[in-house]
């Protein structure tokens, strides 16, 4: 039941870039910062970046992100074989009562 | 290093309850709400709620109002989340994560925990 719609899967070569997109409403990312999540297989998420476009210490400076209206992007580039995961958009909604929710989760495969 | 170690693999029964505890470390327990989250085999993340564990205070999502219960012990700098009435589809792997320092309410989560694996079988 996410309420944020993200692409199922994105590809690329080593060393290009992919941008993956996170669509959502007015009642979530049109009012709240975006935080993005990756996910190594068979692990818990990692945060990569939060309030829109802040890198956390020690996440490289090839994964950015971006919001615009009621979207919000993240861009890897340089793309390296151990970015190979699935990576979800995060924010919050305030439609009912204000709670959290993630988009459907994109598969970045690095070809 | 700021860490979060949860419990171990759950197998219960149907109409069973199940909790999951979460060990923090590395920073003060009662700075930083704990969320959970939880993700059904080769699914996404679904937010459960989170719990002030400075006093205790709870906000769960409406999917899990009347049969989930966030709980802590700061005494040890653990929090729990019991999910009762359990069903096959709450079969799942179970995460408490770090969110944003009291009285900050709504931001990011950062670490995780490593998940607790909850089988749901007759």
């Known amino acids: 039941q996410s309420v944020l719609t993200q692409p199922p899967s994105v590809s690329a070569a080593p060393g290009q870039k992919v941008t993956i997109s996170c669509s959502g409403s007015?009642?979530?990312?049109?009012?709240?910062?975006v935080s993005w999540y990756q996910q190594l297989p068979g692990t818990a998420p990692k945060l990569v970046i939060y309030?829109?476009?802040k890198r956390p210490s020690g996440i490289p400076d090839r994964f950015s992100g971006s919001k615009s209206a009621t979207s919000a992007t993240l861009g890897i580039t340089g793309l390296q074989t151990g970015d190979e995961a699935d990576y979800y958009c995060?924010?919050?909604?305030?439609?009912?009562?204000?709670?959290?929710?993630f988009g459907t989760g994109t598969k970045v495969t690095v070809l | 290093q700021v860490q979060l170690v949860q419990s171990g693999a759950e197998v219960k029964k149907p109409g069973a309850s199940v909790k999951v505890s979460c060990e923090a470390s590395?920073?003060?327990?009662?700075?930083?709400?704990i969320h959970w989250v939880r993700q059904a085999p080769g699914q996404g993340l679904e937010w459960m709620g989170w719990?002030?564990?400075?006093?205790?205070?709870?906000n769960y999502a409406q999917n899990f109002q009347g049969r989930v219960s966030m709980t802590r012990n700061t005494s040890i700098s653990t929090a729990y989340m019991e999910l009762g009435r359990l069903r096959s589809d709450d079969a799942a792997v179970y995460y408490c994560?770090?969110?944003?320092?009291?009285?900050?309410?709504?931001?990011?989560?950062?670490?995780w925990g490593q998940g607790t694996l909850v089988t749901v079988s007759s």
């Open positions: 994560a770090r969110a944003t320092p009291i009285p900050i309410l709504y931001g990011w989560f950062d670490p």
């Open positions: 590395g920073y003060t327990f009662t700075g930083y709400y």
């Open positions: 719990i002030n564990p400075k006093n205790g205070g709870t």
């Open positions: 007015s009642s979530n990312i049109g009012k709240n910062f």
């Open positions: 309030d829109n476009n």
């Open positions: 995060g924010t919050w909604d305030s439609s009912l009562s204000v709670g959290g929710v």
